[in-house]
């Protein structure tokens, strides 16, 4: 190839790469609450919850998932981890509920209730949910939700 028809393919190249840039636009990062999370059968020396979450796409294009992972710490300390081969579809400007069971190991759950135990109230004590939906035409999503979570006194009434 002559020096010419390299500069000219060089330029070809780059111009196709710039256009492609522009077809990828900024995102806006998926908006994530979780709404509810409820006891499932559990085995052995591990429990088992479903967590529900609310997963809002304020984007103008669609999300579509073919998996999802979730890790949930509570003060500060590792507590469930789940994943769900589910498939969905979160359409432009759209929300989903999706639940996905959790397992809490034995050491886990022994290693919260000792942080709890120190505790004076278990009232806002902060969760930090991380989690990523898998597949799409954009690869993963990766999302982070954090808050507060408010417990029941050992021995409120109605507990």
């Avoid at 780059?14 to 840039?21: D, I, K, P, S, Y």
């Avoid at 990062?29 to 809002?56: C, D, F, H, T």
């Avoid at 294009?61 to 003060?75: M, P, R, T, Y």
Wanted: proline content about 6%; overall charge neutral; charged content about 20%.
């Amino acid at each position: 190839m002559t020096a010419r028809t390299l500069r000219l393919c060089f330029i070809l190249l780059l111009a196709t790469g710039l256009n492609a840039c522009a077809l990828f636009q900024p995102r806006d990062p998926l908006n994530i609450s979780v709404i509810g999370i409820e006891p499932l059968p559990g085995q052995e020396l591990e429990l088992r919850m479903a967590v529900k979450i609310r997963v809002q796409n304020p984007n103008e294009s669609a999300v579509d998932f073919n998996g999802i992972a979730l890790n949930l710490e509570v003060n500060d300390q590792p507590l469930a981890a789940g994943v769900s081969d589910q498939r969905g579809h979160i359409g432009r400007y759209d929300e989903e509920v999706i639940v996905v069971p959790v397992s809490i190991t034995a050491f886990a759950f022994l290693r919260q209730a000792y942080g709890l135990s120190r505790l004076e109230t278990l009232q806002g004590l902060p969760y930090v949910l991380r989690g990523k939906l898998a597949g799409g035409p954009f690869g993963t999503v990766r999302f982070t939700d954090k808050g507060t979570l408010d417990l029941p006194q050992a021995g409120a009434s109605g507990w």
